[in-house]
């Protein structure tokens, strides 16, 4: 740089100046949708394809509200992989949505949504998983080095494969 001379700005970053996230996912599942959707919208049944449950084999759980659908609601807390926070059903349309509010407490405070669709395609469902949330301090700084969607993303991948091997599976 010349001595007396401005620096010029830093280029456009539209992935720092926007303050949102979004992570989406996407699987065809050789099953009809109601018998995805009966794995989404109860908790109880988030352990047989989660991918975050063998995160820490002492994890522990509770869980609040009705057994499943709006309104149901489930804590956990485990070791730093893990974390602790806790969802709720925040809106369903059965057999097609499940919405889902997520509030994590550790490793670092945020909140998000997620929302799974399924959606009939050829003689299976299409499962469409999306994350979506405000980037905290944290997340933008993290960003700078990996972006949500490599960080959230291949846990969907994970996941939606566990769900279908267990929906294809009975």
Known sequence: MIPG???????YDPT?????????????VAAPAEALYARLVDFHRW??????EGLDPALTRSYTGP???????????GNRKAGRGRMSIADVTA???VAVDV?????????SSSVFTLAPEGTGTRVTWTMTGR??????????????DKLIGPDFERGLAQLKSVAESG
């Not at 001379?5 to 280029?11: E, G, L, M, N, V």
């Not at 509030?103 to 909140?111: G, L």
């Open 5 to 11: 001379r401005r620096r010029p700005p830093a280029p």
């Open 16 to 28: 720092m100046a926007d303050d949102t996230y979004a992570v989406t996912r996407t699987t065809t």
């Open 47 to 52: 352990p047989e394809w989660s991918p975050w």
């Open 67 to 77: 057994e499943s659908g709006v309104g149901a609601g489930y804590a956990w807390s």
């Open 95 to 97: 057999p097609s949505r």
């Open 103 to 111: 509030m994590f407490e550790k490793p670092f405070p945020s909140s």
């Open 135 to 148: 980037k905290s301090l944290i997340n933008r700084v993290m960003g700078i080095f990996v972006s949500m």
